[in-house]
């Protein structure tokens, strides 16, 4: 078969041996982590936690991304999302501020200055994270068992704790990057993620079992469940690889004995060049009014806050799916810039069939964004609001998360990037692709987030 034949090159190729294995091992240690509970936290007050995190929104897709460690308070409990939080602020002030755009386009001592202010700006949200956190945690764990009460030092110590639990992932997650099969980062998310989902769809899978609490529709319902995941992941496959060729003619050069250019190539334009920025955007901003409600609460609010408390309400999912189209034009409008690839055709001699180099150019290409950004961003949105329709039609919360949102690109992104990797490999040591055409398309941004 020819899936045995592609393991036994994977297997035989020494390099690409010892960075799946490294990734391996390295995964391995994170998942342990996810289980050493914090110093002081008893099973009474982690049942206490994990109900809470059951019913809330907010804590619970923090729980999926750290594996499952934020409800089982333990050590890695903040996971690595301050430190992609602290990442996309640098994105962004490397768009607006001078000083930090002349650091981007000092090549690689310039990436690594904005790497030491990321990890400092890291350290920052975990102190400020921590003591939320465990405030949070103390509150809960006292109403339901009235005890968990901690003082001052106890939280200036269990802080640090988190911290360097934090800091370790992402030091993991860089060995990963230099050792392992790339995208550190991106694959400890992806393992976190996948964590949630054999537990999720077990429960979901007896809960439609004859004589269960919500077992409308039995198991022929599961299996429709499963169909119309698989449906939603084809779909945000093409999301992710959906490209647009704008045919490129260069002219003839030539230079002494030699001849340049006169071929024709393609500049592949992303329908979704913005990735899934503009969800975790979008969720930023839709957790304040959920975080001043009581972190997703319902319980004692109305009006406002209890319309943006429930993420499978109408009004929330509405306002949420707006700024996810907003901020799809926003951030493909300062990624991809075309009167730069405008200006680099004219360089070397290139220009469009049928259009003037220079404005012209700039003003076409924009024009074509404009247009697969608009279908892009729509589809971007409805895959966002996907898990609220799951839970509409009776899918429990975990299980509905797979089904769309950050979770479910994140999921796609990474495994292809991976595949990419995997099948760079094997191409570079003359073994058949994974793919009979041998052409695995991942993100262009090399990012998950």
Same mark, same amino acid.
């Given at each position: 078969?020819?899936?045995?034949?592609?393991?036994?090159?994977?297997?035989?190729?020494?390099?690409?041996?010892?960075?799946?294995?490294?990734?391996?091992?390295?995964?391995?240690?994170?998942?342990?982590?996810?289980?050493? +509970?914090?110093?002081?936290?008893?099973?009474?007050?982690?049942?206490?936690?994990?109900?809470?995190?059951?019913?809330?929104?907010?804590?619970?897709? =923090?729980?999926?991304?750290? #594996?499952?460690?934020?409800?089982?308070?333990?050590?890695?409990?903040?996971?690595? /999302?301050?430190?992609?939080?602290?990442?996309?602020?640098? $994105?962004?002030? &490397?768009?607006?501020?001078?000083?930090?755009?002349?650091?981007?386009?000092?090549?690689?001592?310039?990436? $690594?200055?904005?790497?030491?202010?990321?990890?400092?700006?890291?350290?920052?949200?975990?102190l400020l994270q921590g003591p939320a956190y465990l405030v949070n945690?103390?509150?809960? +764990?006292?109403?339901? *068992?009235?005890?968990?009460?901690?003082?001052?030092?106890?939280?200036?110590?269990? *802080?640090?704790?988190?911290?360097?639990?934090?800091?370790?992932?992402?030091?993991?997650?860089? !060995?990963?990057?230099?050792?392992?099969?790339?995208?550190?980062?991106?694959?400890i998310i992806l393992v976190g993620i996948i964590a949630r989902l054999?537990?999720? =769809?077990?429960?979901?899978?007896?809960?439609?079992?004859?004589?269960?609490?919500?077992?409308? &529709?039995?198991?022929?319902?599961?299996?429709?469940?499963?169909?119309?995941?698989?449906?939603?992941?084809?779909?945000?496959?093409?999301?992710?690889?959906?490209? !647009?060729? +704008?045919?490129? $003619?260069y002219a003839k050069r030539i230079v002494g004995n030699r001849q340049?250019?006169?071929? !024709?190539?393609?500049?592949?334009?992303?329908?979704?060049?913005?990735?899934?920025?503009?969800?975790?955007?979008?969720?930023?901003?839709?957790?304040?009014?959920?975080?001043?409600?009581?972190?997703?609460?319902?319980?004692?609010?109305?009006?406002?806050?209890?319309?943006?408390?429930?993420?499978?309400?109408?009004?929330?999912?509405?306002?949420?799916?707006?700024?996810?189209?907003?901020?799809?034009?926003?951030?493909?409008?300062?990624?991809?810039?075309?009167?730069?690839?405008?200006?680099? /055709?004219?360089?070397?001699?290139?220009?469009?069939? &049928?259009?003037?180099?220079?404005?012209?150019?700039?003003?076409?290409?924009?024009?074509? /964004?404009?247009?697969?950004?608009?279908?892009?961003?729509?589809?971007?949105?409805? +895959?966002?609001?996907?898990?609220?329709?799951?839970?509409?039609?009776?899918?429990?919360?975990?299980?509905?998360?797979?089904?769309?949102?950050?979770? =479910?690109?994140? =999921?796609? #992104?990474?495994?292809?990037?991976?595949?990419? $990797?995997?099948?760079?490999?094997?191409?570079?040591?003359?073994?058949?692709?994974?793919?009979?055409?041998?052409?695995?398309?991942?993100?262009?941004? &090399?990012?998950?987030?």
């Amino acid at each position: 078969m020819r899936f045995i034949q592609t393991i036994r090159n994977i297997w035989t190729i020494e390099e690409l041996r010892k960075r799946i294995l490294v990734t391996l091992m390295l995964v391995l240690v994170y998942r342990l982590g996810c289980y050493v +509970v914090l110093p002081g936290i008893s099973p009474e007050d982690l049942d206490a936690l994990s109900k809470f995190t059951n019913k809330s929104g907010l804590m619970q897709l =923090l729980d999926m991304f750290s #594996g499952g460690a934020f409800s089982q308070a333990s050590i890695f409990a903040l996971g690595i /999302m301050p430190y992609i939080t602290a990442s996309i602020v640098i $994105q962004l002030l &490397g768009m607006v501020l001078p000083s930090f755009q002349k650091m981007q386009r000092e090549g690689e001592s310039g990436r $690594q200055k904005l790497s030491q202010y990321t990890r400092y700006l890291t350290v920052l949200i975990l102190l400020l994270q921590g003591p939320a956190y465990l405030v949070n945690l103390q509150v809960q +764990v006292s109403a339901a *068992t009235g005890g968990a009460h901690m003082g001052f030092w106890t939280i200036a110590f269990l *802080t640090v704790i988190l911290a360097a639990g934090s800091m370790f992932i992402m030091w993991l997650g860089e !060995r990963i990057t230099d050792r392992g099969i790339g995208n550190g980062i991106s694959f400890i998310i992806l393992v976190g993620i996948i964590a949630r989902l054999p537990g999720a =769809l077990f429960y979901e899978f007896t809960s439609r079992l004859p004589g269960s609490t919500g077992s409308q &529709g039995g198991l022929i319902m599961f299996v429709v469940e499963i169909i119309l995941l698989f449906a939603v992941t084809v779909g945000a496959v093409l999301l992710v690889q959906g490209t !647009r060729k +704008v045919p490129v $003619q260069y002219a003839k050069r030539i230079v002494g004995n030699r001849q340049y250019g006169g071929a !024709r190539q393609y500049i592949p334009l992303k329908v979704n060049a913005a990735g899934v920025m503009p969800i975790i955007f979008a969720q930023a901003i839709m957790f304040i009014p959920i975080t001043l409600a009581g972190f997703g609460s319902s319980e004692g609010t109305s009006g406002f806050y209890a319309a943006f408390s429930d993420i499978n309400g109408f009004w929330y999912n509405l306002v949420y799916f707006i700024l996810i189209v907003a901020f799809t034009y926003f951030y493909t409008a300062i990624t991809v810039r075309p009167t730069q690839m405008a200006e680099d /055709m004219k360089r070397n001699n290139g220009f469009i069939p &049928g259009v003037k180099p220079g404005k012209k150019t700039a003003d076409y290409l924009d024009s074509i /964004m404009s247009r697969i950004t608009l279908p892009g961003s729509l589809f971007l949105g409805i +895959v966002a609001i996907l898990p609220a329709f799951a839970r509409f039609f009776g899918i429990s919360q975990n299980f509905a998360q797979f089904f769309g949102g950050t979770s =479910l690109l994140i =999921l796609v #992104g990474v495994v292809l990037d991976t595949l990419q $990797q995997i099948e760079s490999h094997l191409m570079m040591h003359h073994y058949d692709g994974l793919m009979k055409d041998g052409k695995i398309k991942g993100r262009t941004t &090399g990012s998950a987030y």
